[in-house]
C-alpha cells in the first residue's frame, strides 16, 4: 500500500477539514516546509497537496507556496485545488509536480479535460468527490446530479488512468473509508482507484488492500499518528 501524506492548504497553513466543511477546518500544522520534510523524512515516497483556497476561488491562490514546495520536495508532489484551465496546470507542471489533479474542471468543462489530456496526459489524475454516490464540485460545495459510476466510466473513456475517489462523508471524519464504495468501482472500471477519506489507522489500509486498492491518501490519521508512514498495510 502506498500511502500519500496530505497537506491541506488554507491561508498558507496546514489544515484538515470535518466532511470538506471550510468552516470546520482544523489546523494541523504552522509550516508547511517543515511538514513537508517531516513526511519526507518519515519515507513518504509522494506527498498530496491541496490549495483549498483555490479549490473555493475556482484559480490557483496559493502557486507561490506550492511551486516552493515542489522545489524542496525530494519526493513526486500531486497538487489539486483550483485547477481549472491550461495556465494553471501547466505553471504547477513547470514548478515540478508530477501529478495533477483535476476536480471542478473535469466534470463542467470537458474542452479543457480533454485540452488537459491531449497535452500533459501523463501527469493528469481525476478527483472524483461524492456524496451518497453523487459528484460534488467547487470545493464541495455543489451536489450535481451525476453519479459518480458513470462519471468514472465517462473518464476512462476519455483515457483517464487514475482516479482519486474520495467520499465526503467520510473525509475528516476518522470513521473509516467507505469499502463498499471501493468494491463497486473496482467491479465498474480498469482506471487506477487511489482512496481518500475517512481512513483511521493501518487496519483500513489493509481493508483497501483486501480488495484491491494499493494507494491512499491519508490526512488526519497521519498527523494523529494513527498511521505510520513505512508500516506494513497489505
Known amino acids: 500500500m502506498k500511502v500519500l501524506p496530505a497537506i491541506d492548504l488554507i491561508n498558507g497553513k496546514c489544515v484538515r477539514l470535518y466532511q470538506g466543511d471550510f468552516s470546520k477546518a482544523t489546523q494541523v500544522a504552522d509550516d508547511p516546509e517543515a511538514q513537508l520534510q517531516r513526511f519526507i523524512d518519515n519515507g513518504a ?3 498530496h497537496i491541496v490549495d483549498l483556497d483555490g479549490a473555493k476561488a475556482g484559480k490557483p ?18 497538487v489539486g485545488g483550483g485547477l481549472r484551465d491550461l495556465r494553471a496546470v501547466k505553471q504547477y507542471i513547470d514548478a515540478g509536480a508530477g501529478r495533477i489533479v483535476l476536480g471542478t474542471a473535469a466534470i463542467e468543462n470537458q474542452n479543457f479535460l480533454q485540452q488537459a489530456l491531449d497535452r500533459y496526459r501523463d501527469h493528469i489524475v ?16 455543489t451536489v450535481t446530479e451525476t453519479e459518480d459510476t458513470s462519471f468514472i466510466k465517462q ?4 483515457g483517464v488512468k487514475t482516479i482519486i475517489y474520495t467520499d465526503i462523508s467520510k473525509d475528516g471524519t476518522m470513521s473509516g473509508p467507505n469499502i463498499e464504495a471501493y468494491k463497486r468501482l473496482k467491479q465498474t472500471t480498469s482506471c487506477h482507484i487511489v482512496a481518500s477519506g475517512g481512513i483511521r489507522g493501518m487496519v483500513d489500509l489493509r481493508a483497501l488492500s483486501e480488495i484491491g486498492i494499493s494507494e491512499a491518501i491519508v490526512g488526519k490519521a497521519i498527523y494523529d ?9 497489505s
Open 45 to 47: 515516497e509522494m506527498i
Open 61 to 78: 491562490v496559493q502557486l507561490p507556496l506550492i511551486a516552493r514546495l515542489c522545489t524542496l520536495s525530494s519526493v513526486p508532489i500531486e
Open 225 to 233: 499518528r494513527k498511521v505510520v508512514l513505512g508500516g506494513s498495510a
Open 155 to 158: 473518464m476512462e473513456a476519455l
Open 126 to 141: 481525476i478527483g472524483v468527490d461524492a456524496i451518497d454516490g453523487k459528484v460534488a464540485t467547487r470545493g464541495w460545495e
